[in-house]
């Protein structure tokens, strides 16, 4: 007999391996089977007298968005012609998140954009956050955020970015974090007033600076439009 077989329905799969599970071939009509690809991609469990195998998509074949897979029945001598069944199957890619650096901003800030995000093979997308961050309009690739108390003292806010595959792909997720530094509010303390007589030297004991470069030069001492000098440097803490 000539050989009975089919490679079955045509099918949608994700980029991610996938079964051939719609092939059928009739016993006694062949003498062996064989799958192919002319794209680049390959089988597992094997190629040879495999009814249902396993296919990874090239990446040819995920540019491409098809892939032809062709299943050859070879007959039983005397016959001499093979029986050819190809199926397309459309591959679905995941989603793809791409993110820039973000810009630095003061702790106080307000409704800052993210800049930079592209999101490409989603059906839809989100920004989360799991510090309290404020985020409006958080389904467009540009929201906007205001930090949390958490994400100052954390000195950036963190954002998750969640896209959500389409149903080739069984709806997967794929994230993305986007971080935005946080600079704080410099916090000064001059120490304990004191009462000296003139002529003497004030020696600062318990003066206190935070979130200050101090060897970068910006903390600065003053007299406030007296005529005294400073014996240190005024950029010293004390």
Same mark, same amino acid.
């Given at each position: 007999?000539?050989?009975?077989?089919?490679?079955?329905?045509?099918?949608?799969?994700?980029?991610?391996?996938?079964?051939?599970?719609?092939?059928?071939?009739?016993?006694?009509?062949?003498?062996?089977?064989?799958?192919?690809?002319?794209?680049?991609?390959?089988?597992?469990?094997?190629?040879?007298?495999?009814?249902?195998?396993?296919?990874?998509?090239?990446?040819?074949?995920?540019?491409?968005?098809?892939?032809?897979?062709?299943?050859?029945?070879?007959?039983?001598?005397?016959?001499?012609?093979?029986?050819?069944? +190809?199926?397309?199957?459309?591959? =679905?890619?995941?989603?793809?998140? !791409? %993110?820039? @650096?973000? #810009? *630095?901003?003061?702790?106080? $800030?307000?409704?800052?954009?993210?800049?930079?995000?592209?999101?490409?093979?989603?059906?839809?997308?989100?920004?989360?956050?799991?510090?309290?961050?404020?985020?409006?309009?958080?389904?467009?690739?540009?929201?906007?955020?205001?930090?949390?108390?958490?994400?100052?003292?954390?000195?950036?806010?963190?954002?998750?970015?969640?896209?959500?595959?389409?149903?080739?792909?069984?709806?997967?997720?794929?994230?993305?974090?986007?971080?935005?530094?946080?600079?704080?509010?410099?916090?000064?303390?001059?120490? +304990?007033?004191?009462?000296?007589? =003139?002529?003497?030297?004030?020696? !600062? %004991?318990? @003066?206190? #600076? *935070?979130?200050?470069?101090? $060897?970068?030069?910006?903390?600065?001492?003053?007299?406030?439009?007296?005529?005294?000098?400073?014996?240190?440097?005024?950029?010293?803490?004390?």
């Amino acid at each position: 007999p000539e050989p009975i077989a089919d490679a079955g329905i045509n099918l949608s799969q994700c980029e991610t391996p996938f079964t051939i599970s719609t092939a059928s071939a009739t016993a006694g009509t062949y003498s062996s089977l064989e799958w192919s690809s002319a794209s680049g991609g390959s089988f597992t469990g094997g190629v040879i007298n495999t009814l249902n195998p396993t296919y990874i998509p090239s990446n040819a074949d995920i540019l491409a968005g098809t892939v032809d897979l062709t299943l050859t029945a070879y007959p039983i001598s005397p016959c001499a012609s093979p029986l050819v069944s +190809t199926i397309t199957v459309t591959i =679905e890619s995941l989603p793809v998140i !791409t %993110t820039t @650096a973000q #810009a *630095s901003i003061c702790e106080n $800030a307000s409704n800052i954009q993210v800049l930079g995000t592209t999101i490409i093979n989603s059906t839809s997308f989100v920004y989360t956050s799991t510090t309290g961050t404020i985020i409006n309009n958080e389904t467009t690739l540009s929201p906007t955020v205001t930090p949390s108390n958490t994400d100052i003292l954390n000195g950036f806010i963190e954002l998750t970015i969640e896209a959500t595959s389409g149903a080739a792909c069984g709806t997967s997720i794929v994230t993305d974090i986007v971080r935005i530094p946080i600079e704080r509010n410099p916090v000064v303390n001059a120490g +304990t007033t004191q009462n000296i007589c =003139e002529g003497t030297a004030i020696t !600062t %004991t318990n @003066a206190t #600076a *935070s979130f200050v470069d101090i $060897a970068g030069g910006n903390l600065q001492w003053t007299n406030n439009g007296g005529d005294g000098s400073f014996t240190t440097p005024a950029n010293a803490i004390i």
